[in-house]
């Protein structure tokens, strides 16, 4: 049952199991063993950032190109919701609407960009994307009219949704049975749903032809496959799964600005979590989502401890402010790029073997 | 073949005739600078824009060169190009409180001796930077596109943090001596004495790169392996120590550029790698990878696109270049200049 869920892609790994296991049930759990709104907000984030980084995972894992448009249609979701719910009022309707407009404007761009640079040479495609995603990120921080500028959008959601709207009077252990939770949850199933069918995806024979493309392109190209509308597929998919993971982010926050949803910080957020936690598996975005959240809340802490003990020597305190904590993500990147580049999730299934 | 008895030995007769050099291009950058002038209707308006809209380019020319011949020697198409910008800017800003006396003497010479010490100390630094950069992270990844594209973008994230530890994360002013500051009025236009100075600048580099690239030796290996790096390799030269030279004149180019950058800018921020960067794709994306002349008219096509695009309708500005860029796709599949390889 649950190998056919998991569309046969078993973590492969008792430890990798294990550690699945335990955040599956924590995430599940989140709104009652830590009520607090904060350690919610950060449990939603993990969730969110899953998805993101695993409909990344598809296009850089499992086709082996990369994109940095990513956040862009990640934005073309939240804005979606955003601007209709603040156009139409909060009501499901509404959502919908916004919905089901950003999941297209996502796939006409996506089949634009790809159609447009893949036919030329994949390597276009990253500057490509990286040129469109900063065109769009201004674009959208100009239009204030619609999209609020830098200041972004606040709405309000359908009344269900609402934290105010209780469901449940009963107040167990300070626990709010609120419209707060009920999106946590809606977040929460949509996540798994999405993420299950990602993996039915790459797992599918389409999958494979995307991993006999990323391994060998002419070699897949003479077996027979257009390249190209594979690639091409690929990227819409992974665009659609993006915007969707956007339309969660909205949901949440109640709230979309550029800075929250477009930024290039977090397409390199979602390149250094890819690549630590293991491209081309998609268990790979759930760990390294969460070693990033962990790292954002400890590793500062750590730099800030390390930079007190280095007070004195020069450049080293400086070197270890926590500020710089991306700094040491980023090697630690690097490295993973040399010396795992199957992240790890890979290491922990080549340890099984 | 009887004629050319006289030729020296270089020019053997083995050679197949030259290709009729492609001249549509060239014309494509004083077509679009007459295009805008109906658009912005008013000469010396129009002429203040072009003039701006050319140094800009030189500038963006500059610090596009290296990354396109890196890209036309090696297939290494490197991401981190932009942290040898930033640190050109950032040199430049300590140099320049270094010799804070320089700067404000009253002799122009003096001032000029400064921004010339600033773009030495940057090539300088961003060249020695380049060498280190290109033994660790670009070296191991040879041949594979992915993963460099992968590690120099990790390396450019890693470059930014360090220069933000060594300069700080905020925004640095960097404001050019009192010589190159103002501006030039010719006829009812006004020039900023700073963009001539760019232009100046940027054309010595376009021209000391064509002398290199067409009457030196070296600049004839590295065509050469441009267009077929295997054959060149196979005649017997070490392509990869010609590319070290290459990638690390592009960065310290790309350390110049910084420094011209900044000082258009009058400040520099850590972030101005990435911000130009995009640019720069778009340039050597425009004028074909691997391709100098082609970085040329494209950086002057986008540095016009953009100065117009500014001033006619501010919030198209980056779309702009993008636009330019698909149009010219759509005409020329591989840029402005395809280079044959592959």
Known sequence: MISRLLSHDLPNSRALAFILGVLFLALLFAPFWVPSIKALNLAAKVLIFILLVASFDLLLGYTGIVSFAHTMFFGIGAYGVAIATNAWGPSWSAVITGALAALGLSALLALAIALFSLRVRAIFFAMITLAMAAAFQTLASQLSEITGGEDGLNFRLPELLNPSTVWWEGNPFGINFNGKMLTYYLIFVAVLLLFLALLRIVNSPFGSVLKAIRENEFRAEALGYRVVHFRALSSVLSALFATAAGVLLALWLRYNGPDTSLSFEIMLDILLILVIGGMGSMYGSIIGTVIFILAQGYLQDLLRMASGLAKGIPFLPALLSPDRWLLWLGLMFVLAVYFFPQGIVGRLRDKKQ | ?342
């Open chain 2, 1 to 342: 073949m009887s004629t050319s008895t006289t030729a020296p030995t270089a020019a053997t007769p083995a050679v197949p005739p030259a290709p009729k050099r492609d001249w549509i291009p060239v014309l494509l950058m004083p077509a679009l600078a007459l295009l805008g002038l109906p658009f912005i209707a008013d000469v010396p308006v129009w002429l203040t824009l072009t003039l701006a809209g050319l140094a800009m380019g030189m500038i963006i020319f500059i610090i596009a060169s290296g990354l396109t011949l890196v890209f036309g020697l090696m297939d290494v198409l490197n991401f981190g190009h932009g942290v040898f910008i930033a640190l050109g800017a950032f040199v430049a800003t300590t140099v320049f409180a270094l010799l804070g006396g320089w700067v404000k003497s009253p002799d122009a010479l003096t001032q000029l001796a400064a921004v010339f010490a600033a773009m030495l100390a940057a090539m300088l630094l961003a060249g020695a930077i380049g060498l280190v950069f290109e033994r660790l992270l670009v070296r191991p990844v040879y041949g594979l596109h992915l993963k460099q594209i992968l590690i120099t973008m990790g390396g450019m994230i890693i470059g930014e943090e360090l220069i933000k530890v060594f300069w700080g994360a905020q925004q640095v002013p960097l404001e050019p001596p009192m010589i190159l500051r103002g501006s030039l009025s010719i006829g009812d236009a006004g020039v900023e004495t700073y963009r001539i100075f760019a232009t100046v600048i940027g054309l010595l580099v376009f021209a000391s790169l064509v002398w290199v690239l067409s009457r030196t030796k070296i600049g004839l290996l590295i065509r050469a392996g441009v267009e077929n790096g295997e054959m060149v390799e196979s005649l017997g030269y070490r392509i990869r120590r010609l590319f070290v030279a290459v990638f690390v004149a592009g960065s310290a180019l790309a350390g110049l550029g910084g420094v011209l950058w900044g000082l258009y800018q009058q400040n520099v921020i850590p972030q101005i790698g990435s911000q130009v960067n995009i640019l720069i794709f778009i340039v050597i994306i425009i004028g074909g990878l691997g391709s100098i002349s082609g970085a040329l008219i494209g950086a002057l096509l986008v540095g016009l696109l953009a100065n117009y695009a500014g001033f006619l309708a501010p919030k198209a500005a980056l779309f702009s270049n993008i636009a330019l860029m698909v149009i010219i796709l759509v005409w020329r599949p591989g840029g402005l200049y395809p280079v044959a390889k592959r």
